[in-house]
């Protein structure tokens, strides 16, 4: 009894340990992520209440600890199941909640009646094999079926779920079937197993939302906040990648820079929100025209940049004249006044001329507001190219 109780203390610390690891967590934006932490905090807490409830066999209560051994521990593996679901916010259905409580129930009931009727031990160990293998698998199969590419904890939950269903359903039940162990070494083992479990479980998760969090930090360096556009720090980011494809298949690429007309006294004249909504407005309706090729940013203030890979020169003027149109045309009730847009295209020869194609349309750009605004100007450079 004193081996128990030594045992139960010290994996009661790593449960608690484990629990408040998961509640100390920042609280979730979104209600699927906060619904996955529950479960998995749950999740920790029902191997330690097997394992409680595995070593009442010792003081004389084995049907009750056969009933609540194995309804404790498929209660964490479907609490798991549905935790994962829910970080991949996909929550399981009322009719899946109602599923898994049947089946957890019939399941530990099953175990008992086996006990209670004096049945080979090994009808147990077939019966866990089956039932304790289906929520395992399936959440093995749906972290398959949703990669997230370089998030190694998916991996690791992965390697630490097939563990667990071979040591539960395989190897411990053959070990205690040859080795027939002791009370103390069943306890000794049973405390092992269980602290094996809740840390390969909680590594996964720990490090699935640590590689969450990196690329949350990652995407908002990369996004303008007003717009949910990508940034100038994407856009030099991204760059490299786009030239090497175009210069690789001989794809020609262009650049429009686009300018909120007379944004200035937009601001002055009705004040910064107004601003701020004709900027936001001008965004949705310019993402609305492009390609998912295609790369729209922020370029600054109530500027607007679009890089076109495998555009050529007349197709990109064609894009910019239907921007122009779009916005001319976009009614917004929060807007008092009507927003257009000069805008400036330009063709980049190669990496190293983006630079110079970015002021060239940016030149463009001036050109076409000093002829009168809410019109579309071309790099002259370009149009000489093309005239020969």
């Known amino acids: 009894m004193q081996q128990f109780g030594f045992n139960a203390a010290v994996l009661f610390v790593v449960t608690a340990a484990f629990y408040f690891m998961v509640f100390i967590l ?16 749950y999740s920790f807490i029902m191997p330690f209440l097997a394992f409680i409830a595995f070593v009442l066999r010792f003081s004389g209560y084995d049907a009750l600890s056969v009933l609540l051994t194995n309804l ?14 829910a970080r991949f916010a996909c929550l399981p259905s009322w009719l899946n909640v109602v599923a898994a409580t049947l089946h957890i129930v019939l399941f530990a009931a099953a175990q008992w009646l086996t006990f209670f009727l004096e049945m080979p031990s090994w009808t147990r160990d077939i019966n866990s094999f089956f039932n304790l ?78 590689y969450d969090l990196v690329e949350k930090l990652k995407n908002d360096a990369y996004t303008d906040k007003l717009t949910g556009l990508r ?60 390609r998912e090729e295609d790369i729209l940013i922020r370029f600054g203030g109530e500027e607007f940049l679009a890089l076109l890979p495998n555009t050529d020169f007349n197709t990109a003027l064609k ?49 076409a507001k000093q002829r009168g605004k809410n019109q579309v100007a071309r790099d002259k450079g370009v149009i000489a190219e093309v005239a020969t």
Request: net charge neutral.
């Open 319 to 367: 894009v910019a004249e239907r921007m122009r149109h779009a916005v001319e045309r976009m009614s917004n009730p929060e807007i008092p006044n009507q927003i257009t847009l000069s805008l400036g295209v330009s063709q980049v020869k190669d990496l190293d001329d983006l630079e110079s194609s970015i002021q060239r349309a940016d030149a463009a750009m001036y050109d």
């Open 231 to 290: 940034n100038r720090r994407f856009f030099n980011r991204i760059t490299s990648g786009v030239f090497s494809s175009a210069q690789r298949y001989g794809f020609s690429t262009c650049v429009i820079l686009a300018d909120i007309d007379d944004f200035k006294q937009l601001n002055d004249t009705h004040g910064h929100m107004s601003g701020d909504e004709a900027i936001r407005s001008v965004a949705d309706a310019l993402k609305m025209l492009l």
């Open 72 to 85: 404790f521990l498929l209660s964490a593996m479907y609490l798991f199941y549905f935790g994962i679901r």
């Open 133 to 210: 293998s289906l929520p395992l698998w399936l959440t093995i199969v749906f972290i398959h079926q949703h990669p997230r590419r370089s998030n190694y904890g998916d991996r690791v939950v992965k390697l630490a779920l097939v563990s667990i269903w071979l040591v539960l359903t395989l190897v411990l039940p053959t070990y205690i079937v040859l080795n027939k162990p002791d009370s103390n070494e069943l306890t000794n083992i049973a405390t092992l197993v269980a602290m094996v479990l809740e840390c390969l479980l909680f590594c996964g998760v720990a490090i699935s939302y640590i």
């Open 26 to 41: 920042p609280k979730q934006a979104k209600a699927n992520q906060q619904i996955a932490l529950y479960c998995f905090q």
